[in-house]
């Protein structure tokens, strides 16, 4: 990239500089959220609370991440179908990129002025109904809960997508009433 070649400007030139790949390599949130774009490979996540709260990308077959007409997904409740590897902001020492065990993420962190590394040994299964309530909130947050409710005029991008926001609620209103029956028993 021109923006990597070194040169001696001024600080603000440099961080402008700096800026300008993080543009090109990577969608705003607010853009892709805004407009409940759906799950894509390399989609990145903000998990935890304040102080823990941590980076992971998802990693999947496009075909796998795909909705079908009906709302549903094929293979869907396989635990093989996608998983989420955890990210550092700094790239580790040593043959973790090299080996095929990660993969740097040139501009990504500090306005585009660090590299990010994304290491597959600590990729963990994902549920992906639970990562499409994210796809249909418009802040990119959601928190399960008996108030949480999906917003029955909400623009989808797609048809398949408006059949799946009817699907995720009689998945988890059925989760919800196996949690509660499991309560009772305690």
């Excluded at 990239?1 to 600080?11: E, I, K, S, T």
Aim: glycine fraction near 8%; aromatic fraction near 6%; proline fraction near 8%.
């Amino acid at each position: 990239m021109v923006a990597d070649v070194g040169r001696n400007l001024p600080q603000p030139s440099q961080e402008r500089l700096a800026k300008l790949p993080q543009t090109e390599l990577y969608e705003e949130d607010k853009l892709v959220n805004g407009y409940h774009d759906p799950l894509r490979n390399g989609d990145v996540f903000e998990i935890g609370e304040g102080e823990g709260v941590k980076l992971w990308v998802l990693i999947a077959q496009p075909c796998d991440l795909m909705v079908r007409p009906d709302g549903e997904r094929a293979r869907e409740d396989s635990f093989r179908v996608a998983v989420l590897a955890p990210m550092q902001n700094a790239v580790p020492e040593g043959d973790a990129p090299r080996a095929g065990l990660g993969f740097v993420l040139d501009h990504f962190g500090k306005h585009g002025a660090q590299n990010a590394f994304v290491d597959f040994r600590d990729a963990t299964p994902v549920n992906l109904r639970v990562l499409d309530l994210v796809v249909l909130s418009k802040s990119g947050k959601w928190e399960i809960g008996p108030e949480s409710e999906l917003d029955p005029n909400m623009l989808l991008p797609a048809r398949a997508w408006s059949s799946r926001a009817k699907v995720l609620p009689r998945h988890f209103g059925k989760v919800t009433v196996e949690v509660e029956k499991a309560r009772t028993k305690f």
